[in-house]
């Protein structure tokens, strides 16, 4: 099993958990902001990795520290959980409908981080978290994983809608990615013959 412990601390943030990429979708979520927590359920729950994750962050200043270090954790543990990664498909996009919106995420494991968001919304706040902090989280997962991601909105109109399928694209499309075949189990896919160096 490809599992990872979530440790991180920090004067502004105190993070632990487990994520599992070889599970079923399992988790238990709590970053203390609500909007957050589902988000990040759609994304255990869709990629099929159990996570478990919780976050006590300084609030009282504002939800940017905890966004941003969730994702930072979250990346740097799924990063662990894939080791050398031998054997992974290492591609992987998804383009997802939900209800007026449609969303698309393509991810390559590259060890080269790098994030081209598209994605655009008419309300500052879902929730108590604020909209701009979705770009935060994907950059910083992004870097943290070490992987190039590109999110784009095709279309759309709920904001909430807008939000919940590019995490569900991402989910599903990082299921592709993290994914060994029979064929490939003992390849790395990369003609340098490493992706843990740049």
């Given at each position: 099993m490809r599992k990872a412990s979530i440790d991180r601390n920090t004067t502004e943030t105190s993070i632990g958990g487990v994520v599992n990429l070889d599970g079923v979708g399992n988790y238990f979520i709590k970053t203390s902001i609500p909007f957050l927590d589902h988000m990040l359920e759609q994304f255990s729950r869709h990629s099929m990795i159990d996570l478990e994750i919780t976050v006590n962050g300084d609030l009282q200043i504002d939800a940017h520290h905890t966004a941003e270090d969730s994702?930072?954790?979250?990346?740097?543990?799924?990063?662990?959980?894939?080791?050398?990664?031998?054997?992974?498909?290492?591609?992987?996009?998804?383009?997802?409908?939900?209800?007026?919106?449609?969303?698309?995420?393509?991810?390559?494991?590259?060890?080269?981080?790098?994030?081209?968001?598209?994605?655009?919304?008419?309300?500052?706040?879902?929730?108590?978290?604020?909209?701009?902090?979705?770009?935060?989280w994907f950059y910083s997962f992004a870097q943290a994983l070490g992987a190039t991601i590109h999110v784009e909105t095709l279309y759309g109109e709920n904001n909430h809608h807008i939000a919940e399928s590019c995490f569900k694209a991402l989910a599903i499309a990082l299921h592709d990615a993290i994914t060994i075949y029979d064929r490939n189990v003992n390849i790395i896919p990369s003609t340098k013959g490493t992706l843990t160096e740049i």
């Open positions: 994702a930072l954790a979250i990346g740097q543990a799924i990063n662990k959980a894939l080791g050398n990664r031998i054997g992974i498909c290492r591609y992987g996009s998804a383009l997802l409908p939900m209800d007026e919106t449609l969303s698309r995420v393509v991810i390559d494991l590259s060890n080269r981080p790098y994030l081209i968001w598209k994605v655009c919304f008419s309300r500052d706040k879902l929730g108590t978290m604020d909209s701009e902090l979705f770009k935060e």
